[in-house]
């Protein structure tokens, strides 16, 4: 069978609802050797004279069409939005290849208008170093405004690029941990005070939990902080004793300037003193993330707390009832209890993903379970910069820290994530833009009428072409959606997060996984079909009432903006979420059901 017989039979096919799969192939393509299909990551290629390329998707390194970090649009795609991931194959071959391309369109939803519209956008590029960013002002560029994000960095007059807080705020995360205070101001008659710490940027808040009877407290906790040009150029942390009876008494103050943040790049256990107070100092670290970096992924760090020694008997009658926590930015894990004990054998294993959010230090921390307050045991704080750089420890015996004594037996190791590429974006106070005129003529993008459209696939000629991605000029529309649940597993009380996530797209879960949120997947995926960029609400029966839990959209690019919280206050005692998303202006609901749940994570009345 010749090249052209492969078209028709795709063009036969193309309104008979046929999905592409390995059987289908095999059937109609059996004189045909070099064919793929990968399922998972819905790709595949029909191709001529041993031409076998190195085919990939592409999440986050440089590409001709997309930043899916930031949700910058190239201006050569005109009016085009993307509908699919982005596409890539090796050069090389002298035979034709038809690519198969995942999409996320609901195709039986559309209308001949719509599905006309349906293209492939593509272009041919040797190597990523070819494309140029340039800047250039908004002036005169159609359209370009609402398609970019405030800048990442500024130029100065002389060309450098410099960081700027103030009027011109390079766009990114502050990661703040404020470990511990130091000689707390002691306001109470009777007892020490029962300290808590509050961070604060603009209407971001993160509060700590109460260290109880300590003028010396250890929090070790973490607030990310995004930062754009109309933010503070403070953060802002206070002190507060909690008194059960009137209000609570303020303990002091300190502020961190984002200035002198990005130009330090980060702060590593400095001792800040508290102002409007008589005594006091907290131990802080700080780090600044690039918008671009914010989702990247470091790699996983394994950890096992094997046992500990000689630890504290604070109780005048009996041992203590020991467990260890161990934490990671807003990630915590909470071993079993060894009942009294003073030498506990835990084994206890936990695995973090380790992200450019995460702070530089992990935690480990002893508790006395008690009735009421556990008590405090002592705490290790370690470096997992040098974690990474030896990516193994074992069987390290480590002194616990604020405590009388004891010492726990630890063993880590690191595995790196894969290396991605960095696009890199030159600005001005205008905004990022990548400039059009030298990509259309240096690398211009066409966009391609499939041969065959179905609802999940299209199908394109390869030619010269290597870099490919499903378009249309239509901004709302119908798309295959999965309503997915996550929770912060290491949280009891945590909410449950509902995103509603494009069905095409293999790592759509996993990256909000590695999202930064210590977030895991809960539940099953709910199928729905949803139209691009249109506002839902989503509504839920809850305790037998019919509760908003706010809005919800699906974008086709760009990092994850939308999710609603399923609270504890919501919570009823069953394994699922009763679930009814309809448009504002309309009463008829487009989606009603139930999204399960995990029976290990299973939804507990409140």
């Not at 990005?262 to 008589?278: D, G, Q, R």
């Not at 096992?304 to 203590?320: D, G, I, R, S």
């Not at 006395?368 to 045991?377: K, N, Q, S, V, Y």
């Not at 037998?544 to 706010?550: A, K, P, R, V």
Request: charged share 25%; glycine share 6%; proline share 4%.
């Amino acid at each position: 069978m010749d090249f052209d017989s492969w078209i028709q039979v795709f063009s036969q096919n193309r309104n008979k609802g046929v999905l592409i799969d390995e059987s289908f192939l095999k059937e109609n393509f059996q004189d045909v050797v070099n064919k793929v299909y990968d399922k998972n990551m819905g790709f595949g290629y029909i191709s001529e004279n041993g031409y076998n390329p190195k085919a990939r998707i592409i999440l986050q390194a440089k590409n001709p069409f997309i930043d899916n970090d930031t949700g910058l649009l190239s201006p050569a795609l005109g009016d085009h939005l993307p509908y699919s991931q982005i596409y890539n194959l090796a050069y090389g071959g002298d035979g034709r290849t038809l690519c198969i391309l995942r999409h996320y369109l609901n195709v039986a939803g559309m209308g001949e208008e719509e599905l006309q519209s349906i293209k492939v956008a593509s272009c041919c590029l040797e190597t990523m170093d070819s494309m140029k960013c340039a800047v250039e002002s908004l002036e005169g560029v159609e359209g370009v405004a609402e398609r970019t994000f405030s800048m990442q960095e500024e130029v100065s007059e002389n060309g450098d690029h410099t960081n700027a807080v103030g009027d011109s705020f390079v766009q990114g995360q502050v990661v703040l941990t404020v470990h511990k205070a130091s000689n707390l101001e002691k306001k109470d008659f009777f007892g020490k005070s029962d300290p808590y710490v509050v961070l604060e940027h603009g209407t971001q808040k993160e509060k700590s939990e109460t260290v109880y009877n300590d003028q010396d407290p250890v929090w070790h906790v973490t607030g990310c902080f995004d930062v754009h040009q109309q933010s503070s150029n403070e953060i802002t942390i206070e002190v507060f004793d909690e008194d059960t009876i009137g209000k609570d008494d303020y303990l002091g103050k300190a502020i961190i300037d984002i200035q002198e943040l990005f130009e330090a790049k980060e702060f590593f256990n400095k001792w800040v003193s508290l102002e409007k107070c008589k005594t006091g100092e907290i131990l802080v670290s700080a780090k600044f993330i690039p918008l671009q970096k914010i989702i990247r992924a470091v790699g996983q760090l394994s950890l096992t707390v094997q046992k500990a020694k000689k630890v504290e008997k604070k109780k005048m009658m009996k041992k203590a009832d020991p467990y260890v926590v161990i934490k990671l930015g807003k990630d915590n894990y909470k071993s079993e209890t060894v009942n009294s004990s003073q030498s506990p054998s835990w084994n206890y294993m936990v695995a973090f993903d380790v992200m450019e959010t995460s702070p530089r230090q992990i935690t480990f921390e002893v508790f006395d379970d008690d009735i009421g307050h556990d008590a405090t045991l002592g705490n290790i704080t370690l470096d997992t910069e040098t974690i990474f750089k030896n990516q193994k420890l074992e069987d390290l015996w480590v002194r616990l820290e604020n405590c009388k004594s004891g010492e726990l037996l630890i063993s880590a190791n690191f595995t790196p994530a894969p290396e991605v590429e960095e696009i890199e974006i030159v600005t001005n106070n205008s905004a990022i833009i990548m400039k059009q005129e030298e990509i259309a003529a240096e690398h211009s993008i066409k966009f391609i009428d499939p041969i065959y459209c179905d609802d999940e696939f299209v199908i394109v000629e390869k030619k010269i072409d290597n870099w490919f991605m499903v378009v249309s000029t239509h901004p709302n529309l119908p798309i295959n959606v999965n309503l997915v649940p996550f929770k912060q597993s290491s949280d009891q009380n945590s909410p449950i997060y509902i995103y509603p996530l494009q069905m095409g797209g293999f790592h759509n879960i996993k990256r909000v996984v590695h999202s930064g949120r210590g977030l895991r997947q809960c539940g099953y995926e709910k199928p729905c079909i949803l139209r691009s960029g249109q506002e839902y609400q989503f509504w839920t029966d809850t305790q037998g009432d019919n509760f908003n839990l706010g809005n919800v959209k699906t974008e086709t690019w760009g990092p994850d903006k939308s999710w609603v919280l399923y609270k504890p206050e919501h919570f009823k005692p069953q394994d699922y979420i009763e679930a009814t998303l309809r448009m504002s202006d309309q009463q008829d609901p487009v989606f009603s059901g139930h999204i399960s749940l995990y029976d290990r994570l299973r939804v507990d009345a409140a």
